[in-house]
């Protein structure tokens, strides 16, 4: 009964922590002494506490419990939502040497309204997205490692498409976040349907706009460019390191070079740096950590193989702007 307070009690303060530190995951690592937790705050790992070993098994009880998982499965991956304080958190387990590891996710919410121009994108790119979105057909790629931010700036442009009358449908693996007038289909690992027989059904009913979460494989890059090439827009994502690099991909794919030059819009690629706190300026506050407080992303947007602006000059122009700092930008790009 102490061992369920107890955890019931650190659960709820450490909930509470990530919360009002703005933490997109909190981390649970398992060692053979001693429970790791760290918040992941603006990109960055930052060591939060460590916990007994044996106070851990009532703290994965609670979280899972929290999430309706099955307490009494350890020896499989599980993965879970609960809602705190109206902040939705994924929490997803995995066994490991030393116990069950835990990600506890806190999924993004709107703060304010989610539009083009908060992006972080120069004024021409910002132009230039507007314009291939108001194509009405062909394709917009949108590229960069994982964690850069190209979920939100697909939630921007689906945002801006569903100001017009449209059908909008999008494939995810998982959604992160539900949009007003927006079909939304997660992907799930234990549907029987593939990936692509989704994607062949979505596109059976007639959508204006298809977003596809990620292209994955070579099937999936055909379809795209087959719907794209027939009438629809159609929104995706790629890792890769630059536009260009994109491009390549797509061809490795199989996707035929006169086909891109066809159907494909634009690619943008991007990343986020942290921002200067405009509290302390960079010197560091009660209300930042380390002098920074947010992120923005920095694009590169390539349209026709003309020349563009990269996005190391992207990333030195939010220096000039006094937005970020030039080691940010280093330590970024
Ligand atoms: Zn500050």
């Known amino acids: 009964m102490q061992d369920l307070s107890f955890a019931v009690r650190y659960v709820s303060e450490l909930l509470n922590t990530a919360i009002s530190q703005r933490a997109s995951d909190i981390h649970f690592d398992p060692f053979a002494q001693f429970i790791r937790i760290s918040l992941r705050i603006d990109g960055l790992l930052h060591r939060h506490d460590e916990l007994a070993c044996n106070a851990y098994g009532s703290v994965i009880a609670r979280l899972k419990t929290l999430s309706s998982l099955d307490i009494a499965q350890q020896r499989l991956p599980q993965d879970g939502r609960f809602e705190w304080q109206k902040q939705h958190f994924r929490l997803h387990t995995c066994p490991c040497l030393h116990g069950e590891k835990m990600v506890a996710r806190l999924l993004p919410t709107l703060k304010q309204q989610l539009t083009l121009d908060t992006l972080g994108l120069l004024p021409a790119q910002l132009n ?88 994955r494989d070579s099937e999936t890059a055909q379809i795209a460019i087959r719907a794209a090439l027939t009438g629809h827009l159609v929104l995706s994502t790629l890792h890769t390191s630059d536009a260009f690099s994109c491009v390549q991909r797509l061809e490795q794919m199989g996707v035929p070079k006169y086909h891109l030059d066809d159907c494909l819009n634009l690619v943008l690629a991007q990343r986020l740096v942290r921002c200067l706190c405009k509290q302390c300026e960079g010197s560091g506050c009660d209300y930042c950590r380390a002098g920074f407080h947010g992120r923005i992303g920095v694009f590169e947007c390539l349209q026709n193989d003309e020349d563009f602006t990269k996005l190391h000059a992207a990333g030195i122009e939010k220096v000039r702007q006094g937005i970020t700092t030039e080691q940010e930008i280093q330590r970024v790009l």
Do not use: H, N, W
Request: glycine share 8%.
């Open 128 to 215: 230039m997205l507007q314009k291939s979105l108001s194509k009405g057909s062909g394709l917009i790629m949108v590229t960069g490692p994982t964690g850069s931010g190209k979920t939100m700036s697909l939630y921007a442009c689906l945002q801006f498409l569903a100001q017009q009358a449209l059908q909008i449908v999008t494939l995810e693996d998982p959604v992160e976040m539900a949009l007003e007038g927006i079909s939304q289909i997660p992907v799930r690992k234990d549907y029987s349907l593939s990936y692509t027989d989704l994607l062949k059904a979505v596109l059976r009913q007639d959508p204006d706009i298809i977003m596809i979460g990620e292209i």
